[in-house]
């Protein structure tokens, strides 16, 4: 995960440390939004947002840790909504798995990313906040639970759905990642930030 | 399989070009929703005596009105428009570019900018950028603008952000967050007056601590809520009566409304929950107005579909749009329009022939808005 900083620096006000958040915790909201949609502008617009709403409520939100998981919260409920709505009206253009990427390593990645984005895609929204707030944000079971507002056993099952159906989906490219292990954990790093 | 997972999801978001937050924006965003809490319920009654954002109206095209003027919060019944403005519109919907908004024929422009369209049978409703951004929660944020090109302030709450319109009737709706639930809104955009506020009868689901809903779709008399438990409820807004469905409800089609349960979806009857067709095309089609056609898209649809978009009929083998956008919306009698090439928008009806038409205000970087999406 990646560090956050300190709430009350001494001689800051509220709105520069809500900057310094902001600064801090946008890559990763960006990145989480972007997997539960698939969609740049829709996952800038839901981080910025996310953020507002962190804002609005700073005075209550203790701490920057809990001001961040208020921020993600936003995120993935934005999303829910935003899919919900947009079901009618447009589709996601990553609903579509692409052709694989020319075999460069920008390329493989560029591929990598449009696969796994219209792997989730076919995911129920439920089903593919799990995912990301599981196996991309980290959280524990416990903690996507509180996130969602749903319980640690719906959690469970949700999970084990998702990973049947990405299984099929992304069976090749989840075979890959065993073979590409140490490259994927130099580039891993601080896994995102 | 999950740390395989996590790598992969990693991996392909590591170089994700991630733009710059906009800080100074966020806060102003962030200002503006703690000025809408501090209001609260007061908005609507604010908003009765408060400023009214400046709206100005400079028509063209075929012999449109000049500098309309606005009807405001007076529930005046405005008359109605030319037929052959209401056919324009209904042929060919709306749309926005910039600060420039057309409606069948006409075109305005909107001052302080078009944050989103919401379509009507009545008109569009525009939501107001420059109120979004301000956030004083006594400015109108939203505008009907008819056929005609006219204009009429609306008294919806500027606390308002989603809309979700009814192309067969002059209905909007949207989904208030109150103590133990929702509270649905039907309002008449033709006359400015609310037609229903009503509770959201389902208050739990097992497994959902805290449940949540959002306006999927609007007819008449049902609103169609989709909830954050993967469960759909049809409310009818008349009579209180609903059903609840294990589908997410996106579309309304007069008998049969489209729902979706994961890479399924259903047209089912919102008074019974009944289905009575069933599709495995992996992304969810989109169904006109009318209740005829479904627009399906490439991909995930079973069938081979080569290079050109379906677009299928419920009853009769589809005809193929070739080179539609696939983010087309549906206009008041039932065609697709979308992007086009060049800055021009692009209608397709029904029957595969397809027809372009320059757009006013377009410019390089100019985004097109159409109604129901985001710039």
Redesign the interface.
Known sequence: MTSRPSRSAPGHGPEEEFSALVEAAWPSLYRTAYLLTGDHGMAEDLTQTALAATFARWHRLHDTGAAWGYARKAVVNGATSWFRRSSTRSERPTAVIPERAAATDHGREVGERSAVVGALAQLPPRQRAVVVLRFYDDLSVQDTAATLGISTGTVKSQTSDALARLRGLLGEDLADTTATASNASNALGGHHG | ??E????????????????????A??????????SR?RVGTTIAAAAAVATVVVVSAVATGSGGPRGAGITGPDRVVLPPVSAADQSAYDAWGSWAAGDRLTIGDRTITIDGGIAALTATSAGVVVRHQAVEEAGDPGDRAFVLVRPDGSLRQLSIPSGVV?L?GDLETPHVAWVEEVEGGQRIHVWDVGTDTSLADVRNPLTSVE????L?A????LGDPWVHL?T?A?VGVSVDWRSGAATTVDY?P??DGDRYV?G????LSFLYDPATGDVAHRFDV???P??SPDGEYLFL????SLEDTGDGEIRRSLDVPGARLRDID??S?WTPDGNLVGRGPDGTVRRCRPDGACEDRQVDGWAAGVELL??????
């Not at chain 2, 497994?207 to 805290?210: C, N, Y």
């Not at chain 2, 979706?260 to 890479?263: L, N, S």
């Open positions: 399989m999950a395989q997972l996590s790598d992969l999801l990693h991996r392909s978001v590591d170089d994700l070009d991630v733009p710059p937050p906009d800080a924006r966020i806060l102003g965003r962030g200002r503006s929703i703690r809490r989603t979700v497994d959902v601590d805290e949540t959002d306006v999927g779709a989709a954050n993967d997410l996106v579309a489209l979706t349960r994961g890479h992996g992304v969810t989109s169904l898209r490439d991909g995930f696939v983010w919306v159409l109604p129901g999406r985001t710039p």
